[in-house]
């Protein structure tokens, strides 16, 4: 007799009794402290934006007080990448620092010769791209270039290889070099190919040694 015939044993299930979580968000200070060696970010004046930010990435995983949060994130690599893409900020736009893209373009014309930068931190691309752009449009041969971006947010890093851009990251850009350097699709502009091979790393440890001593060294 196949076992779908038999007849089923009456089990009566136990219901089970809904487990109440009681929320403990109180306490912060070891948080913005982890987060702060980690990262080399202070929230400073914005306390209460990094409480709010917490609170919600805690209750999207279940995650009842600050101080379980602190556990995981010593424990599950995953969830701390998740916590810094959360809590970094990667907005930013092409020709944003034009003053000191000016600088770096100048100083590679004087070397003359094949050149490393290294871009940190290279959130969403913009930075290094520009860089790249700016030396192309000074004569500086592609083969002379070299830039590496680095930075510590994993989808700001996605992003970058990826290189579409909406309006407000291209605002900056003479028409001429939008027309000459990106492809519009749409709504969007897609960085074209001979410009978007750059290197990106992703090493947060790296970053945030550099970050520091360039903030030690100020
Ligand atoms: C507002 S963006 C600036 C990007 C770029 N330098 C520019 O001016 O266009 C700030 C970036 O710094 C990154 N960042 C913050 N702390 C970092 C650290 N310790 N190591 C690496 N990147 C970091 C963030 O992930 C974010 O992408």
Excluded at 138 to 162: F, M, S, V, Y
Excluded at 174 to 188: A, G, R, S, V, W
Aim: with cysteine; proline share 3%; charged share 30%.
């Amino acid at each position: 007799m196949f076992s779908f015939f038999k007849k089923k044993k009456n089990i009566v299930k136990e219901k089970e009794s809904p487990v109440s979580h009681v929320e403990k968000f109180s306490n912060i200070e070891p948080l913005l402290k982890y987060f702060q060696e980690e990262t080399g970010i202070t929230f400073e004046e914005q306390i209460d934006i990094f409480i709010n930010k917490v609170i919600l990435f805690c209750k999207q995983r279940n995650i009842y007080s600050f101080c379980e949060l602190m556990k995981i994130l010593k424990n599950d690599n995953i969830i701390k990448q998740d916590f810094v893409d959360y809590l970094t900020t990667n907005e930013t736009y092409f020709y944003r620092e034009l003053k000191q893209i000016k600088q770096c373009v100048e100083f590679a014309k004087k070397e003359n010769k094949s050149i490393k930068i290294l871009c940190a931190p290279s959130a969403t691309g913009e930075e290094p791209y520009s860089i790249a752009i700016a030396m192309l449009e000074a004569g500086i041969p592609a083969n002379q270039i070299h830039i590496t971006g680095i930075d510590i947010n994993r989808e700001a890093l996605q992003k970058a290889k990826q290189a579409i851009y909406k309006e407000r990251n291209i605002h900056n850009l003479p028409l001429q070099i939008l027309e000459k350097y990106f492809i519009k699709e749409n709504d969007k502009y897609l960085l074209k190919e001979n410009i978007k091979s750059l290197d990106f790393l992703h090493n947060p440890k790296l970053v945030q040694k550099l970050l520091l001593l360039k903030h030690e060294e100020l």
